[in-house]
């Protein structure tokens, strides 16, 4: 697998992962029985899976790449677009993640904040990923030198080779599905 196409599979574990952060938000909404904890567990997801390992390698390789070598126009795309939407998913995060302490303190207004930065998170990110898929990833690929995709793909390797001596890919992975068990099944 090239590190694009690896990169194109995280995106579906990443899609899916939005599909349980939907249906709990179904659950807070009509005022089901939830585990709270599971939203930080979902965080942990995100934080680490999602931003960490895989936004990780899109902005130390891909877009960085892309940045060097495309031009302004790419570097516009990238900069302002990309990496201001991995910002703005942060930022919903870390505001969900507060959210969610509130009501386990008893605030059970910010139910409405759960589920507001909850559900933004989920629409910028598939937004996020469509764009990724059918036109960044794409422009990168047909337009990057032979030489440069070549340097990609050692980085990649070596950096999935690290993440797999501490099994990350193996833990969230195991995470989404054991939530995907709970909430989707
Ligand atoms: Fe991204
Ligand atoms: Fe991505």
Do not use: W
């Not at 930065?117 to 030198?145: C, F, M, P, W």
């Not at 793909?153 to 195991?174: G, I, P, V, W």
């Amino acid at each position: 697998m090239t590190c694009i196409e690896l990169m194109v599979d995280e995106h579906k574990k990443v899609i899916r992962m939005l599909a349980v952060i939907r249906r709990l938000c179904g659950r807070v909404l009509n005022n089901e029985a939830v585990d709270y904890g599971d939203f930080f567990v979902i965080v942990d997801f995100i934080r680490n899976y999602t931003d960490k390992h895989h936004h990780g390698k899109e902005e130390a390789m891909l877009f960085a790449r892309m940045m060097e070598e495309l031009g302004p126009t790419a570097e516009k795309i990238i900069r302002h677009g990309m990496l201001v939407e991995h910002e703005f998913g942060r930022l919903y995060v870390k505001e969900l993640e507060d959210a969610v302490r509130r009501v386990l303190e008893g605030d059970m207004d910010a139910r409405l904040d759960v589920i507001a930065n909850a559900t933004s998170y989920t629409h910028l990110l598939a937004r996020h990923i469509d764009k990724e898929d059918n036109v960044i990833y794409k422009y990168g690929q047909n337009n990057l030198s032979k030489e440069t995709m070549d340097r990609l793909e050692r980085e990649c390797d070596a950096f999935e080779q690290t993440a797999a001596e501490s099994k990350t890919q193996d833990k969230y992975l195991n995470i989404l599905k054991e939530l995907e068990a709970k909430y989707i099944a």
